[in-house]
């Protein structure tokens, strides 16, 4: 079926999205094109609203909106700014907060090393993060490397720790280990090896 170029066109950049495939790229412009007058305009307002108004923390590089040279995080008095948690993506600052346990900053580092895609040290917010801990190494008391508990993640784990390690500052690892309410007989091997290394005394 030939279909008009402007249904076809966001048809294909609907399908660029990650876990988008053609089929549903089809349904969303379909009911986009049946949906009321204004969820067309107001999801194309959004967009453009994304791109003009949101940057990047000149401190961490967590997301921002326009104009603030720091994220509310870094702005915020109350943080302790002797603890900064490193992850990987901003969504993962979200994760985070969500929990309401941690009260220090961040440094998001906009992904993880994987030389399979060729993304090494230089393509990430590392160089950023050691001039930081250069700069505040004798108030900076905890480096908390909260990278994915993957190969790409724990291999920037292990970079970090060894560019860290002549600054002096204590590094750390957020605990992996078996998720809450789950059962032992499902738990995958690295799972269970993590959980087995990471245990602690009872409380």
């Known amino acids: 079926m030939l279909l008009p170029d402007p249904i076809q066109n966001l048809i294909n950049a609907l399908s660029r999205l990650p876990g988008v ?14 949906g009321g007058d204004d969820l067309p ?20 590089h967590n997301i921002t909106t326009t104009g603030r040279d720091l994220c509310k995080v870094c702005a915020d008095p109350t943080r302790d700014q002797r603890v900064i948690c490193v992850v990987e993506d901003p969504l993962d600052v979200v994760a985070i907060e969500r929990t309401a346990g941690y009260q220090g900053v961040y440094h998001v580092l906009h992904g993880a090393l994987s030389p399979i895609e060729g993304i090494g040290p230089n393509d990430l917010k590392i160089a950023s993060l050691l001039t930081r801990l250069s700069a505040a190494a004798d108030v900076i008391g905890e480096v908390v490397i909260a990278t994915n508990p993957s190969m790409e993640g724990d291999a920037t784990a292990m970079y970090l720790r060894q560019q860290i390690a002549p ?24 799972t269970l090896l993590r959980a087995l290394a990471g245990r602690r005394e009872l409380e």
Not at 21 to 34: I, M, N, V
Not at 41 to 54: E, G, K, S, W
Not at 167 to 190: F, I, M
Request: with cysteine; proline share 3%.
């Open 21 to 34: 495939g053609p089929k549903t790229a089809s349904r969303l412009t379909f009911y986009l094109l049946r």
């Open 41 to 60: 305009q107001t999801l194309a307002d959004a967009l453009v609203a994304l791109r003009a108004n949101i940057t990047y923390c000149q401190r961490c």
């Open 167 to 190: 600054l002096g500052v204590r590094t750390t690892r957020l605990a992996h280990g078996l998720p809450v309410g789950g059962d032992l007989e499902y738990a995958d091997q690295n």
